[in-house]
C-alpha cells in the first residue's frame, strides 16, 4: 500500500508560479515511475507529467512543456510539480500517482495508487 497526498495547490494570478508537492508513505516509490494528471471542471483526467524512477526520463503533456517541471527526491519518497507562467485553462484538480513499474506513461491505467488531489485555481 502506498499513500500520496498532494499539496501547495491553492488560488494565484495568470503569470503566477506555483510548486507543488506529493509526499507519499507506505511502500518506497523509488523503484517507480511518478506522475501527475490534472482535472478540469467537468472534463476527464488527463495526463500532465511523468519522471521515471531515476529522474532520467520526463514526460509532459504539451499544454505544459516549458511551463511545467517535474522531479522527485527518491531520500524524501517525494514528487514535485514546479509550475511557471500560470494560465487560467491551468485551473484544475492535479492529482499524483504511482506507476504500476518503472515504465513512463502518460496513461491512467499505467499508475495505481493516487492521492487526493489539490485544487490549483488561476484567475485572469
Known amino acids: 500500500q502506498v499513500q500520496l497526498v498532494e499539496s501547495w495547490g491553492g488560488l494565484v494570478q495568470a503569470g503566477d508560479s506555483l510548486r507543488l508537492s506529493c509526499a507519499t508513505s507506505g511502500r518506497t516509490i523509488s523503484s517507480y515511475t511518478m506522475g501527475w494528471f490534472r482535472q478540469h471542471p467537468g472534463k476527464e483526467r488527463e495526463f500532465v507529467a511523468a519522471?521515471?524512477?531515476?529522474?532520467?526520463?520526463?514526460l509532459y503533456a504539451d499544454s505544459v512543456k516549458g511551463r511545467f517541471t517535474i522531479t522527485r527526491d527518491n531520500a524524501k519518497n517525494t514528487v514535485y510539480l514546479q509550475m511557471i507562467n500560470l494560465k487560467p485553462e491551468d485551473t484544475a484538480v492535479y492529482y499524483c500517482?504511482?506507476?504500476?513499474?518503472?515504465?513512463?506513461?502518460?496513461?491512467?491505467?499505467?499508475?495505481?495508487?493516487w492521492g487526493q488531489g489539490t485544487q490549483v485555481t488561476v484567475s485572469s
Open positions: 500517482a504511482k506507476g504500476r513499474n518503472g515504465g513512463v506513461s502518460q496513461f491512467q491505467s499505467g499508475y495505481d495508487y
Open positions: 519522471i521515471s524512477w531515476h529522474s532520467i526520463t520526463t
